[in-house]
């Protein structure tokens, strides 16, 4: 299993970044995906999931009506569109593979993460 983020950067407040994962090493359309992130200092935080068609969709209360997250599984790919970017969206963002169709917030495997900094 292969995941692999772009799209981080620096960000002004109430601006936007588009990350997306390349998924390979797996059959991508079987399987829930998540974004989740980690703040310097912190713990790991959920920020989206949604299962393995794409139709089911969760959101951490946090980024709810800011953030979306989608999927092609055609092209094996996730992405996370991030929109009025605050500053304690500054963080390193992982895309992450559940274990199952459905998602349940459990992760087997993550990627290496792409960092975004949000700062004027």
């Known amino acids: 299993v292969q995941l692999v983020e772009s799209g981080g950067g620096l960000a002004q407040p109430g601006g936007s970044l588009r990350l997306s994962c390349a998924a390979s090493?797996?059959?991508?359309?079987?399987?829930?995906m998540s974004w989740a992130r980690q703040a310097p200092g912190k713990g790991l935080e959920f920020v989206s999931g949604?299962?393995?068609?794409?139709?089911?969709?969760n959101y951490a209360d946090s980024v709810k009506g800011r953030f979306t997250i989608s999927r092609d599984n055609a092209k094996n790919t996730l992405n996370l569109q991030m929109n009025s970017l605050k500053p304690e969206d500054t963080a390193l963002y992982h895309c992450a593979k559940e274990p199952a169709s459905d998602y349940v917030g459990n992760y087997d495997y993550w990627g290496q993460g792409t960092q975004v900094t949000v700062s004027s």
């Open positions: 949604n299962n393995s068609d794409g139709r089911t969709t």
């Open positions: 090493g797996f059959t991508f359309s079987n399987y829930a």
